[in-house]
């Protein structure tokens, strides 16, 4: 079992600490995995991560250097015998426990068969694929036994599969499921202990089993591949031609190789996993993508259809919808599939700009035009000359700038501050808001004729607790960009993650839903991504309803909305509804009784 080795500061006592665990802690708290106090240790000072194949270790504190012998180090992949230095502390790395006295005999076969597991670690960071390294684990074993046939067996779906058969000479068996004993594979699977099966034809136990007989078995060697949840399969490798082939030395061997090809083989099939799934992703966004935008439910089809047909014209377009839902996307992808494509696409910020900055930002200014303006700049209309002008947050322009923005669009012409010359435009402008236009022309806040400008065309954008499965794509599209970008490997989400994606209502929209998966990306210790890593925990999910309870809120909010809509009039509102008058009546007495009540 890989493990570390040190003396315990306390007692001065030689310690052996096993690494069994994907992520090992070490610090002086008593919250670390290896905890150790009065080695000069910070809480938490370093992680020795396995990836199912290597163990790396990564310091954390910046109290004094970290080495691995003797050279400081940011991040390193363990060898067998590396000396490691914390603080104070100095601990050695040991793949495999080391022999008292290795020089001849048994000592000497089984220190061969210790550096034949490390050589085959090594060989495991070059298997391209699961198949290679599964056989070439089964060849490293029947090497190690001197066995002439090996098995992997797994279990899926509490079903026996071989996985590998292998040969002595590197050759994959054919009907293997037949060349090996069904009631030693079965008693090593119940009893979960290794097995050795001196002379099979002779022994007490197993000389009457049709497979042993039929088969004439004579040496045997089973051991099982154990994990926290059970028995994972086994390692079964014999020997048809001769008896007591197998000794004690190559059961604590095999037994060692197994614990550590428990956790290659579990990192192997979860990567494969991830791989097929994350290819079968690819193909799905790819069906759905639009652009650079995914979206598959309904609202986001109608809005790529409105998108495919306005963008090849020169109209100006008016992109509403929440913060966060992609409108600067979708402006950019009007301008890619317009015939400006090649020219440029300047995005300003209309909200973002102080009022006094955003007359220059937009329209330039010369040399001297005010305070600080010490070089003549350009500005965005001129700076999109020839592409399009992308206008965000237009529901925050100021007034008294929204009439200037109103005569550039009507004469393509724009002047820069402190100058009276006016500069001719070839641009298209794409306008977007969060706010609700209408209601800001009636609140005096924005001109109505500039509005009817920018809105020649105009798109919502739906929130994204309305997109359906949308949600659960676009988390799965940022999982795989940011565990790629970040270097930690292929991550997936649970089933529950998946569940909580949906319940969430998303306020942030796909700009949240991108922070919160590049947090989990980054903090997560597995691979599966859970509710917790999302940050998702229970009371943060949108409560179900009972759907009377749902019928009621949803029945309320329509009468409200249709009594907007008639300014209030109770006649008109219950006339469009189709009910009688007396109905929205009695609703609206309801109504005044809840509010009296809070």
């Known amino acids: 079992m890989p493990s570390l080795v040190f003396k315990a500061p306390a007692t001065g006592r030689r310690e052996v600490f096993e690494l069994h665990k994907r992520i090992t802690s070490i610090g002086s708290s008593a919250d670390n995995d290896l905890a150790i106090a009065g080695g000069g240790l910070d809480d938490t000072h370093a992680l020795i991560q396995f990836d199912g194949r290597t163990f790396v270790v990564q310091p954390l504190s910046r109290r004094g250097d970290s080495l691995v012998n003797g050279r400081k180090v940011k991040r390193h992949t363990l060898d067998h015998g590396d000396e490691i230095r914390f603080g104070q502390l ?105 097995l050795i099966v001196s002379d099979a034809l002779h022994d007490d136990q197993f000389s009457a089993s049709r497979s042993v007989v039929n088969l004439k078995l004579c040496s045997v060697l089973c051991v099982p591949l154990l994990t926290r949840d059970g028995v994972q399969g086994l390692i079964y490798v014999g020997n048809d031609n001769v008896v007591n082939l197998f000794t004690q030395a190559h059961l604590d061997t095999l037994s060692i190789y197994a614990s550590q090809a428990t956790l290659i083989i579990q990192n192997a099939l979860l990567t494969d996993e991830l791989r097929l799934d994350n290819r079968a992703l690819r193909e799905r966004i790819e069906e759905m993508r639009f652009g650079t935008i995914i979206g598959a439910c309904t609202p986001m089809q109608s809005v790529f259809r409105r ?59 010369v040399r001297g035009a005010f305070t600080g303006a010490t070089n003549t700049r350009a500005g965005k209309f001129q700076a999109a000359d020839g592409g399009t002008l992308f206008l965000d947050e237009i529901g925050e322009m100021p ?31 794409v306008a977007a808001t969060n706010r609700n236009l209408t209601e800001a022309i009636s609140d005096g806040e924005f001109r109505e004729d500039l509005y009817y400008r920018l809105n020649v065309v105009s798109m919502t954008l739906p929130p994204l607790r309305e997109r359906g499965d949308d949600v659960v794509l676009i988390a799965r599209y940022y999982l795989e960009r940011y565990a790629r970008e970040y270097g930690v490997g292929n991550r997936k989400l649970s089933k529950a993650s998946v569940i ?70 109770r006649t008109r509102a219950a006339k469009d509804l189709g009910v009688d008058p007396r109905t929205v009546f009695r609703f609206l007495e309801k109504e005044q009784g809840r509010d009296e009540e809070a």
């Open 307 to 365: 998108v495919e047909k306005v963008a090849p014209t020169d109209v100006s377009v008016l992109i509403q919808g929440e913060t966060g839902t992609g409108k600067e996307l979708i402006a950019r992808e009007i301008h890619d599939r317009s015939n400006r494509a090649k020219g440029p696409f300047v995005t300003i910020n209309c909200g973002a700009i102080p009022e006094n900055l955003l007359e220059s930002e937009l329209f330039g200014h």
């Open 90 to 194: 100095d601990l050695t790395f040991q793949l495999y426990e080391e022999t008292e006295d290795v020089a001849t005999g048994e000592a000497a076969d089984r220190l061969r068969s210790y550096e034949q597991i490390v050589a085959f670690s090594k060989t495991l960071l070059e298997a391209p694929d699961l198949a290679t390294l599964l056989e070439s684990m089964m060849d490293s074993v029947i090497a190690i036994t001197e066995a002439d046939k090996g098995f992997l067996i797994l279990s899926e779906d509490d079903e026996l599969h071989v996985k590998v058969a292998r040969n002595i000479g590197r050759e994959n068996i054919e009907d293997a499921i037949s060349q090996f004993s069904d009631s030693i594979v079965a008693t090593v699977l119940r009893e979960r202990k290794p």
């Open 500 to 569: 909580a994606l949906r319940k969430y209502t998303w306020p942030g929209n796909i700009r949240q839903l991108e922070n919160h998966i590049k947090k989990a990306v980054i903090l997560s210790e597995g691979t599966t991504i859970k509710p917790a890593d999302l940050d998702l925990s229970p009371e943060r999910l949108t409560r179900i309803l009972p759907l009377n309870d749902a019928r009621e809120i949803w029945q309320r909010d329509y009468i409200l909305e249709a009594l907007a809509v008639n300014e209030g009039n």
């Open 399 to 429: 007034i008294n700038l929204q009439v200037k923005i109103l005569r550039a669009l009507q004469d393509r012409r724009v002047t820069r501050v402190g100058e009276n010359r006016a500069e001719d435009v070839d641009i298209r402008v």
